[in-house]
């Protein structure tokens, strides 16, 4: 009885065993043929968004609808270290009124910028504004101000038209156009929709599908004689 026990029980072992190992087997093949996407797309997908790629922003079209009351609300955030008040002292950071159009790093009643804001160059135009509030370390790495950036492009089009009101600068970047592919589109349909549709046979429009039946009737040919009266169908 112990022997065919041992032998019932060494039966069930090995073929828990086979079952462990085909399973293992079977997961290896399935994941090999496992169809994975590229590392890089062979070419871009509307509508589909790299992983970790943040979403494009045309500034034209966020400073158009920017709001300086709202602006100047979100700059709450900044008062502890600046003012955009006309004449305004320096403090922690440099008095920000009439920035937008100044040198980056420069004047500001000599205030002491870092070497790396100063040696930036150029000037503070909308995109560099719209940058430089994003995040201020990735726009000037080394700089000594340490806020973190405002992440919304709402806010920064918002302090944006804030600071243009504080000192003015030149007028916003127009939105940009619709793609030339879209335009065409949509100007091809508003085409075929508005086609004023001209007699058919029977009275029916010459562009609907009758029109497409009466084109592929038989004609009569001209200079044929009729079968009545030999007369040209030419008239």
């Known amino acids: 009885m112990q022997d065919r026990f041992n032998t019932v029980a060494g039966w069930v072992l090995f073929s828990g065993i086979v079952a462990l190992g085909l399973n293992a087997v079977s997961e290896r093949v399935f994941d090999a043929n496992k169809p994975e996407r590229p590392e890089k797309m ?3 997908i509307e509508g589909v968004v790299e ?5 494009t922003v045309d500034l034209g079209t966020v400073l158009a ?4 009351a709202a602006g100047q609300k979100v700059f709450q955030k900044c008062s502890s270290c600046h003012n955009a008040d006309q004449g305004g002292a320096n403090a922690i950071g440099p008095n920000l009124y009439a920035t937008v159009g100044a040198p980056i790093g420069k004047g500001k009643n000599g205030f002491a910028f870092s070497s790396a804001l100063s040696g930036k160059g150029g000037t503070w135009t909308y995109e560099n504004l ?3 509030l994003k995040s201020p370390a990735a726009f000037a790495p080394g700089t000594k101000m340490t806020f973190a950036g405002l992440s919304s492009p709402v806010d920064r089009a918002n302090v944006i038209a804030y600071l243009k009101q504080q000192g003015g600068g030149p ?3 127009p939105p940009a156009a619709p793609a030339a592919g879209a335009a065409k589109s949509d100007k091809a349909g508003a085409t075929t929709a508005n086609a004023a549709p001209g007699p058919g046979p029977s009275g029916t429009p010459a562009n609907g599908p009758e029109a497409a039946g009466a084109a592929a009737q038989p004609q009569p040919v001209a200079g044929k004689a009729s079968a009545t009266g030999g007369q040209s169908q030419t008239h």
Request: aromatic share 22%; hydrophobic share 40%.
């Open 42 to 44: 062979g070419y871009p």
């Open 51 to 55: 992983p970790g790629a943040a979403p």
């Open 65 to 68: 609808a920017a709001d300086p």
């Open 130 to 132: 719209f940058d430089w």
């Open 171 to 173: 007028p916003f970047p």
